[in-house]
């Protein structure tokens, strides 16, 4: 245990702490404890022995604790979390800790990562090109690990105290218009692309809720279409693998949809065409396998540019559901439950400025007010 005495310098308090160079040598260490002495012996006292168990703990982190490098921490934490945590949490946190995190902290030990390391860290992040989004994914797991050290007593502070979360970003958010959709939808029939391009136009199914659709999900004889389940793209052992969840990230995102035509009868068509291959997945590829995330994003995006469309991301799609139907005056609780989103402030802040046309149609309203 640190000890350490109070003295008085022009009329004011300072500790004294009996401390322990790393060489062994014995040293004393002065504080301004900021009190005048008048009537205020007890509070000196308590400032006293705040300070000698902080440093009794610092102390005790050095002996005990010298050497831990934060990534070996990290990566133990993470292999002792990995039950814990879903393969795709535990995916992303892996793929965080191998590249970008190894690259930065690399074998500093975690003693020595202060709040500006830290900070300088997440400005490389951004001055990497990486969205805000994925910035609070880092900064997620790093305040959790840091949290881990400092309980269990391997780093005497933690430096993710008062590193400020990244601010996350509104997302920029592009469409196709009425006469755009009817565009592409006419090109890509026929396509490998008809039926994932066509339902997530029609119900702004996310990519990976549309990927996630399995044939018995489809309802003929009530004509209904269920959101069940997500398929996403990971990497096991450095080989990138499906990874399907029995389940949507909100309660909201599971919804159960109304089957239409020319939808109905566009289903019917692909299952005759490959029931023999007693698909699991309603997108599949011609063997009746799951199409991968990453292979439909590339080749929506060349599929675009090779007829001359105009680009945008396949996540566009759902956007461009949420435009279309507000253009066509649909209340937005119904646009709210018909994209899965958990409230209708979600769907207000996204999407109620698209289109335009609306507001010069109010304004006209207006003036005949």
Known sequence: MITGRLVEVNGKYYAILNLKHPDGKRLQ????????????????????????????RKQQVDQNHPDVIFMDFLRDWLERRKLEISPSTYRSYKNMADHRMQAVFSDNPI??????????YFGYLLYDGLSSTTA???????KTVFHEAHRRGIISEDPMEFVRKPKREQPKVSYYSLEEAQQLI??????KLELPVTLSLAYGFRRS??????????????NRISVCRTVMEGVDEGKRILVEKDSVKAAASRRTLPLFEPITTMLKEEWARKKELNPTFVCSDKNGQGMKPDVLTHDFKKFLADRGLRHIRYQDLRHSCASLLIAAHVPLIQVQHWLGHS???TTANMYAHLDTSLVDECGKDIKKI
């Open 136 to 142: 609070q994914h880092h900064y997620a797991l790093l």
């Open 209 to 222: 809720e549309v990927l996630g659709l399995h044939w018995e999900d489809i309802d003929f004889a009530d």
């Open 111 to 120: 003693r020595e990562i202060t709040f500006w390391f830290i900070e300088d």
């Open 186 to 191: 006419a090109e890509v029939k026929g396509t």
């Open 343 to 345: 409230t209708m402030l």
């Open 29 to 56: 260490k002065r504080f301004d404890l900021e009190l005048p002495v008048q009537n205020n012996k007890r509070r000196a006292q308590e400032k006293l022995n705040a300070l000698c168990e902080e440093y009794t």
